[in-house]
């Protein structure tokens, strides 16, 4: 069965460096999304991306954070100078269209220390 | 502002009994209703979903009910389980909107 894949599964990061987020979407979905969960709390959105754009993005969602699909098939999520509170879990998502069921990766846990 | 509001936060049952999850919505321009269901290390799945265009959708034990003019929806699960034992999110405008999620305990 398809599924949405990300790498890495864990990343611990010092304050103020760069990370890269990477996730490979479901071959035929056109739709693209980045969330984040703090341990034990909401599903917080931060961007969707179609069509080689960005087509919403929340207010989390700041010159900090920019996503980019670089090639056919990946798609990252890039957080400049990581702050403590940048701890959490980051799924990617995809779907066919929109409106419809979106598919998560099993995400990737971001430890700032 | 809170696009979509979930209750209850945290929910215990008796296997084999039902349980009740509710999600009440803002925008009236939502036309997508899904359910996801997280386990504990794992990313959401979606577990049901609807449209407007109807009142309620069955897929075994799990249905949603949708009142449009009360512009709420809810999930039931029938005969609970306890690998029903999850934490549940409602969620809309395109998947950009998650309820604040309710923990579901299901004791044997």
Request: charged residues 20%.
């Amino acid at each position: 069965e398809p599924e949405v894949t990300q790498t890495p599964s864990h990343q611990v990061t010092q304050m103020g460096q760069e990370v890269i987020l990477r996730c490979v979407p479901i071959s035929n979905h056109l739709y693209f999304y980045w969330y984040r969960q703090i341990l034990g709390q909401k599903v917080e959105f931060l961007v969707s991306f179609y069509n080689n754009e960005i087509s919403e993005k929340s207010e989390i969602f700041d010159d900090q954070f920019s996503v980019e699909r670089p090639d056919g098939s990946n798609f990252t999520l890039k957080i400049r100078s990581t702050k403590l509170e940048d701890s959490a879990m980051y799924f990617c998502a995809s779907s066919v269209k929109v409106n419809t069921e979106a598919f998560f990766g099993q995400g990737t846990r971001l430890t700032v220390v | 502002q809170q696009q979509v509001k979930q209750s209850p936060q945290s929910l215990i049952v008796q296997k084999g009994g039902i349980s009740i999850i509710n999600c009440a919505y803002e925008n009236t321009a939502f036309d997508y209703f899904p359910w996801y269901q997280q386990f504990p290390g794992k990313g959401p799945a979606l577990l049901i979903a609807i449209r407007p265009d109807v009142s309620e959708k069955k897929e075994g034990r799990f249905t949603i009910s949708f009142n449009k003019s009360a512009k709420q929806f809810s999930l039931h699960i029938m005969d609970s389980q306890p690998g029903d034992s999850a934490t549940y999110f409602c969620a809309g405008k395109n998947n950009l909107f998650f309820g604040t999620g309710t923990r579901l305990t299901v004791i044997p």
